[in-house]
């Protein structure tokens, strides 16, 4: 047997059947658990795996699982499946047991596992097809861009939801920090938006009967109903584009607590979350809220 065979031995491969477009790429300020933010994003399915004919019945279920690989996440950059290699980690710290705390690896859902893999449930918006290509459009996920997803299987509400189950140390969701927002902060965010109205689709239905922020999430989740849109041009859209709602995002991002759980008594110790095209800076403020200091454009 040769030195490669020896080596690769232990190891089981699944084709990428597509990739994560997301407005978060950053792993900072990512939910840490599925569906505690109603971020929306795209599944783009590469070939041969978006055919259309692979999702016939699909839109007859409300949400999916979906199996994925933290692709940002490497315990040791020098290690690669052929190497020999190995850096495992038996225990970790959980933010939610306040980073100090040590439990086993797969007592938690620590991003730093052998297999590197996450299983989220995520709301199934839409099934679109564009360009004869499949893309999902979906909500909640807590994965950032670009993340390779591995497979895609229908969430069974009678068997999935286990209402007697236990959750350990996480019996409930975390509790959510106030957030608030400087005049200034809020009128760069703002600037921003109307910076970037001009390069709207017209899909933007100035008929609406709705709110202006109910109109632009309607939009934002049905932005590929535009049928002269490439995938690239509306996954840019999704990806780039500023709208009035994205502020409640941001706010819902935020009071999730992005930070290191031992960073977390810090007084005006500025962080920053990049959101779409914007670095969003916060800080935790004497009385204990979370204060949105600075939205800023960055190069893409």
């Given amino acids: 047997m040769s030195d490669d065979n020896i080596s690769l031995a232990g190891y089981h491969y699944a084709p990428m059947i597509g990739y994560h477009r997301a407005p978060l790429s950053q792993k900072f300020g990512a939910p840490?658990?599925?569906?505690?933010?109603?971020?929306?994003?795209?599944?783009?399915?590469?070939?041969?795996?978006?055919?259309?004919?692979?999702?016939?019945?699909?839109?007859?279920?409300?949400?999916i699982w979906i199996s994925w690989q933290f692709h940002h996440n490497y315990t040791n950059k020098d290690t690669h499946i052929g190497k020999g290699g190995t850096d495992f980690r038996a225990q970790v710290r959980p933010p939610r047991l306040g980073g100090n705390q040590k439990i086993g690896v797969f007592a938690s859902r620590s991003m730093y596992r052998p297999s590197a893999l996450g299983l989220s449930v995520v709301k199934l918006e839409s099934i679109e097809v564009v360009e004869g290509r499949v893309l999902l459009i979906i909500s909640g996920a807590d994965m950032i861009d670009g993340t390779p997803i591995i497979d895609i299987k229908p969430y069974v509400a009678y068997s999935d939801a286990l209402s007697n189950a236990k959750s350990g140390f996480a019996p409930t969701a975390p509790d959510l920090l106030e957030i608030i927002i400087t005049e200034s902060a809020y009128e760069q965010f703002m600037t921003l938006v109307d910076a970037g109205r001009c390069d709207k689709n017209d899909n933007d239905n100035d008929n609406d009967n709705g709110t202006e922020t109910e109109t632009e999430n309607k939009n934002n989740k049905k932005a590929i109903h535009a049928k002269n849109n490439s995938v690239a041009t509306l996954i840019q859209q999704m990806q780039e584009q500023l709208l009035i709602a994205d502020i409640e995002t941001i706010k819902a991002l935020i009071a999730q607590d992005p930070?290191?759980?031992y960073r977390r008594a810090e007084i005006n110790t500025p962080f920053v979350m990049r959101y779409k095209s914007v670095d969003v800076s916060f800080q935790l403020i004497e009385s204990g809220q979370l204060q949105i200091t600075a939205v800023v454009k960055v190069s893409l």
């Fill in 32 to 63: 840490r658990q599925p569906n505690l933010v109603a971020l929306t994003s795209i599944i783009e399915m590469i070939a041969p795996y978006d055919s259309p004919v692979a999702f016939a019945g699909l839109d007859a279920f409300s949400h």
């Fill in 259 to 261: 930070r290191p759980a």
